[in-house]
């Protein structure tokens, strides 16, 4: 697990839905990084350059957040696909008299070591190599810093998961990862100290319709076993009164429960063993020896 993507992760499936995924912040994206941007209080690192990963999908309400509770730092925004980069570029743009003084907000790929903190909101998941996007997460962390990141966790969507495998049909997603794993390839990937916390939130909804149409915001099934052709009129009145007969709550309406994992980790010092023969990135190297000269030595 490691070192190799999840098993039931279709790599060109992920690939599709990064380039036509709706260009907006779903409701329950923002209502995570809300979350998650109240957990920094407890984080005393006050970064002087930090990175937003995808704020589109990941949240750009959520970025005001942030950049209040950093108002000094520069900011480095990450985001793929020529209209999501289109979006970002327009909705986070600063009015004219504020870039005179606000730290300076950069659109485009992070330069290793250029920030001390990395925000990535609710797009593990949906990574087909998950391991190599860890990885640019700590090659753009100056050493200290610290990444903090948010998913979908196994129990996401349990409820639809049931409905699915009683009708024997495909499974209506790929499976999502867990916490436990996620921790083993932080470290796998160099990061240090991890802390891996989760939380189960439910959605309800008014009606199957109302239903269907979110989860279609949410993401799209990349289970290398979904059904391979498209579906008739017939199958999604099926579905839809199958879930209104099965995800019926006492109040009527429709339930699904969403599993949110959160994670925090530390980009360390290299350290190299006797007899080791370690390559340093000329970045890491950098600070250490700033380190080095701040403690005297």
Not at 225 to 243: H, I, M, T
Not at 275 to 280: D, I, L, S
Request: charged letters at 25%; hydrophobic letters at 45%; one cysteine or more.
């Amino acid at each position: 697990m490691t070192a190799e993507r999840p098993p039931t992760i279709d790599s060109a499936a992920a690939a599709r839905w990064q380039a036509v995924a709706p260009a907006r912040s779903p409701w329950l994206h923002e209502e995570v990084a809300r979350r998650m941007e109240d957990r920094l209080q407890w984080i005393r690192l006050q970064p002087r350059a930090w990175a937003d990963w995808e704020p589109v999908r990941g949240g750009l309400a959520a970025h005001a957040l942030l950049e209040r509770r950093y108002p000094a730092a520069e900011c480095y925004v990450a985001q793929t696909g020529p209209e999501h980069a289109r979006l970002a570029l327009a909705h986070l743009a600063r009015p004219w008299w504020r870039r005179w003084t606000a730290p300076a907000l950069h659109h485009g790929p992070v330069p290793p070591g250029a920030v001390q903190m990395l925000w990535a909101n609710m797009a593990l998941h949906t990574a087909a190599q998950p391991h190599m996007l860890i990885e640019q997460w700590h090659r753009a962390l100056s050493v200290g810093g610290f990444l903090m990141f948010s998913c979908l966790g196994p129990d996401t969507l349990r409820e639809l998961r049931g409905v699915y495998r009683a009708l024997d049909w495909p499974p209506p997603a790929h499976d999502f990862t867990d916490m436990h794993d996620w921790g083993d390839m932080l470290v796998h990937s160099g990061f240090a100290d991890p802390v891996m916390d989760m939380e189960r939130i439910t959605l309800s909804w008014e009606s199957p319709q109302r239903l269907l149409a979110e989860l279609r915001e949410l993401g799209a099934n990349l289970h290398p076993g979904r059904f391979p052709a498209l579906r008739g009129r017939g199958w999604k009145q099926r579905l839809q009164d199958e879930l209104a007969r099965t995800l019926r709550q006492p109040d009527g309406r429709l339930a699904l429960t969403f599993e949110i994992i959160y994670g925090h980790a530390v980009k360390p010092a290299p350290r190299a063993g006797v007899g080791e023969q370690t390559a340093v990135p000329l970045e890491d190297l950098r600070a250490m020896l700033r380190s080095s000269k701040n403690r005297g030595g």
